[in-house]
Every structure is written in structure tokens, then in C-alpha cells.
């Protein structure tokens, strides 16, 4: 019971399985910060994938940040996204937003994905 919250390497997509994800997109959500976008996966593992460009956050250090607080937020809530690809797209508002902003656009996400489970 203890690995259920690890992110382990099935939970990465591989460079097909992103092609797959996004030729398939299921639902979208677009909050201030990021795009989301959730697409059927053929096993039950859920995947996840976070691009994070440079052209949107310039600095490393909250490029880094954005992806600890998504690859968090998806470790906590794997269970509502079974069979499912993950895929998060970045905007260039994340570049300026603080710590607590960028979690208030994750949990918008997490509201979504009750509502569709």
C-alpha cells in the first residue's frame, strides 16, 4: 500500500505514448497558469507528462517549481485518473505567479477531475 503514492516510471510517458495522448484528447481544462489535458491510456496506470517550454518560464529555478507542484498534485490524486494520459502544458503567466497561484490553477484541475470522476 505504501508505493500506490510513489511516481514511478510507468506513471512517465514515453515519447509514443505522448503522440498517442494527444492525438486522443478526451477533455481540456485551461486554468490561468497551465492547460491540462487527459487522454484514455491502454493500461491502468495512469501516465503523466509535464512540458514546461522555455519560451514560457525563462527562470529554471520555477520551471522546476511548477513541475514539483504538478508532479505532486498528480502523486496525491492517481486514483482519479486511471486509464488515463496526463498532459501539462504551461503558459506564460506561470512565470510571474507566486507559489500559492500556481496551486490555486492545480486545484482547479482537481475540482475538474471530481467532477468527471
Same mark, same amino acid.
Given at each position: 500500500?505504501?508505493? *500506490?503514492?510513489?511516481?514511478?516510471?510507468? !506513471?512517465?510517458?514515453?515519447?509514443?505514448?505522448?503522440?498517442?495522448?494527444?492525438?486522443?484528447? +478526451?477533455? &481540456?481544462?485551461?486554468?490561468?497558469?497551465?492547460?491540462?489535458?487527459?487522454?484514455? %491510456? *491502454?493500461?491502468?496506470?495512469?501516465?503523466? $507528462?509535464?512540458?514546461?517550454?522555455?519560451? *514560457?518560464?525563462?527562470?529554471?529555478? &520555477? @520551471? !522546476?517549481? $511548477? %513541475? @514539483?507542484?504538478?508532479? +505532486?498534485?498528480? @502523486?496525491?490524486?492517481?486514483?482519479?485518473?486511471?486509464? &488515463?494520459?496526463?498532459?501539462?502544458?504551461?503558459?506564460?503567466?506561470?512565470?510571474?505567479?507566486?507559489? +500559492? +497561484?500556481?496551486?490555486?490553477?492545480?486545484?482547479?484541475?482537481? $475540482?475538474?477531475?471530481?467532477?468527471?470522476?
Amino acid at each position: 500500500m505504501l508505493h *500506490n503514492f510513489c511516481l514511478t516510471k510507468q !506513471n512517465i510517458l514515453d515519447k509514443s505514448e505522448i503522440q498517442q495522448a494527444f492525438d486522443s484528447v +478526451e477533455s &481540456k481544462l485551461s486554468t490561468l497558469h497551465f492547460t491540462f489535458l487527459l487522454a484514455k %491510456r *491502454n493500461i491502468k496506470e495512469p501516465g503523466l $507528462c509535464v512540458i514546461l517550454t522555455k519560451k *514560457n518560464i525563462k527562470k529554471a529555478t &520555477k @520551471r !522546476n517549481l $511548477c %513541475r @514539483r507542484i504538478i508532479k +505532486e498534485s498528480f @502523486r496525491l490524486h492517481k486514483d482519479l485518473l486511471d486509464h &488515463k494520459s496526463l498532459i501539462v502544458l504551461s503558459k506564460k503567466t506561470a512565470a510571474q505567479a507566486t507559489k +500559492e +497561484e500556481l496551486w490555486q490553477s492545480i486545484t482547479e484541475f482537481e $475540482c475538474f477531475l471530481k467532477k468527471l470522476h
